[in-house]
């Protein structure tokens, strides 16, 4: 059975800083891999998709990488700002997707 | 587009009641997901469809849940009776079955049962 791990639980930065967020998985035989992200109180918005062909996709500020042989992605989140401030989830699989749980992003002014 | 579509945002329910949640999916998809997110457990999914057709309905916890999709634009997840266990978000999501499977989330369900 697929196990996603996301860590740290949580993570505080000064606001402009570069930060990354990572995830792991421990069966690389994955179809996609899809980031999101949640806001308090809220549903899931989808960040970033990543086929199991692809090693990287970017969106803006966000970059996404994929390496399957080792289990990892990372999400690359640059000069980060409060607005950025939620949880960030990924996700693995195709329709059957497990999730992590997640990492708890605050961006402080 | 509106995006997925979920009923009622809130529901408090006495033990015992029944409940049911609505989801209208993306239009053009054809896959439809039911999850449900705990502090304890997480993101868990329940049941998906595909063609309106139930594929996978290991995650559904006991017989007192059950899901339907009656046509491409309609489901619903029904809990009889209720317990106090149950109360969490309730998430429906949908994609395009076939690929590349990217999911677009409701606002979800916050279910209280007292």
């Known amino acids: 059975k697929q196990e996603v791990t996301q860590i740290p639980a949580a993570l505080s930065v000064p606001e402009g800083e570069n930060l990354v967020l990572n995830c792991s998985f421990t069966?690389?035989?994955?179809?996609?891999l899809q980031w999101f992200r949640q806001d308090p109180g809220k549903g899931l918005t989808s960040l970033l998709l990543?086929?199991?062909?692809?090693r990287e996709q970017t969106s803006g500020r966000l970059n996404a990488s994929l390496d399957k042989s080792s289990g990892r992605s990372t999400l690359y989140i640059a000069a980060s700002q409060p607005g950025d401030s939620a949880t960030y989830l990924c996700a693995v699989g195709s329709n059957d997707m497990r999730f992590g749980a997640g990492t708890r992003l605050t961006v402080k002014p | 587009d509106a995006g997925v579509i979920q009923s009622p945002r809130h529901e408090v329910t006495e033990m015992g009641q029944e409940v049911t949640l609505r989801c209208k999916p993306i239009?053009?998809?054809?896959?439809l997901f039911w999850y449900r997110q705990t502090m304890m457990r997480g993101l868990e999914l329940l049941i998906y469809?595909?063609?309106?057709?139930?594929?996978?309905d290991s995650g559904m916890p006991e017989d007192r849940f059950s899901a339907k999709m009656p046509n491409a634009s309609f489901s619903t997840l029904k809990i009889q009776p209720s317990e106090p266990r149950d109360s969490a978000v309730y998430f429906c999501?949908?994609?395009?079955?076939?690929?590349?499977?990217?999911?677009?989330f409701g606002p979800g369900t916050r279910l209280t049962v007292t």
């Open positions: 469809f595909n063609n309106n057709v139930p594929i996978d």
């Open positions: 239009s053009g998809h054809n896959s």
């Open positions: 069966d690389s035989a994955i179809y996609n």
């Open positions: 999501a949908s994609s395009l079955a076939g690929g590349p499977y990217e999911q677009y």
């Open positions: 990543i086929q199991s062909s692809q």
